[in-house]
T-cell receptor, first 112, second 116 residues
Framework: GEDVEQSLFLSVREGDSSVINCTYT??????LYWYKQEPGAGLQLLTY?????DMKQDQRLTVLLNKKDKHLSLRIADTQTGDSAIYFC????????????FGSGTQLTVLP | DAGVIQSPRHEVTEMGQEVTLRCKPI?????LFWYRQTMMRGLELLIY????????DSGMPEDRFSAKMPNASFSTLKIQPSEPRDSAVYFC??????????????FGQGTRLTVV
């Protein structure tokens, strides 16, 4: 089955850019997502990208998809303290109905 | 819509007791998912339903866990008997049958379960 991996921790200074990385194994992945989880809350969809795209930009967020290397990244420009949270990469694989495979999550800490 | 609603938000119970977690999905969503989140294992899919029918329960840890969806607006996850290792945050999520965003899942706030 699909395997999705992320690094566990990332620390950045306020105002810098953050880049959170994710790798996956199944080349038939169709949709790829980034979710954000704030303390004590559920996961909220931040952004997504369809597999026929290489890049998607949404305000401060930039998603890059390298299908050859099965690598997905989320860049947050001008990172703010409110961006501190856990970020999950999730992948929908063709043929898996609606079942998403989630990574372990990356804890982003923004330092003042 | 109020989003996915889970109850209770927090549950503390003694080992051996029965625990029932509840979920109300977003109206019109055909898919409902139960996840468990722990520090050690991250986010695990336990079971999911499509149109109230269980589709894949391969993530349910053992027979002590059971889930039902008697109608489109309500689902329960039951643990009987509960054990300390069941302590986790349990999330319910729902998803529409079709969406321009593929399989976008909407999550509830979660139930934090502590078994002592």
């Amino acid at each position: 089955g699909e395997d999705v991996e992320q690094s566990l921790f990332l620390s950045v200074r306020e105002g810098d850019s953050s880049v959170i990385n994710c790798t996956y194994t199944d080349s038939s992945s169709t949709y790829l997502y980034w979710y954000k989880q704030e303390p004590g809350a559920g996961l909220q969809l931040l952004t997504y990208i369809f597999s026929n795209m290489d890049m998607k930009q949404d305000q401060r967020l930039t998603v890059l998809l390298n299908k050859k290397d099965k690598h997905l990244s989320l860049r947050i420009a001008d990172t703010q303290t409110g961006d501190s949270a856990i970020y999950f990469c999730a992948v929908l694989t063709s043929g898996s109905a609606r079942q998403l495979t989630f990574g372990s999550g990356t804890q982003l800490t923004v330092l003042p | 819509d109020a989003g996915v609603i889970q109850s209770p938000r927090h549950e503390v119970t003694e080992m051996g007791q029965e625990v029932t977690l509840r979920c109300k999905p977003i109206s019109g969503h055909d898919y409902l998912f139960w996840y468990r989140q722990t520090m050690m294992r991250g986010l695990e899919l336990l079971i999911y339903f499509n149109n109230n029918v269980p589709i894949d329960d391969s993530g349910m840890p053992e027979d002590r866990f059971s889930a039902k969806m008697p109608n489109a607006s309500f689902s329960t996850l039951k643990i009987q008997p509960s054990e300390p290792r069941d302590s986790a945050v349990y999330f319910c999520a729902s998803s529409p049958d079709s969406s321009p965003r593929g399989a976008e899942a909407f999550f509830g706030q979660g139930t934090r379960l502590t078994v002592v």
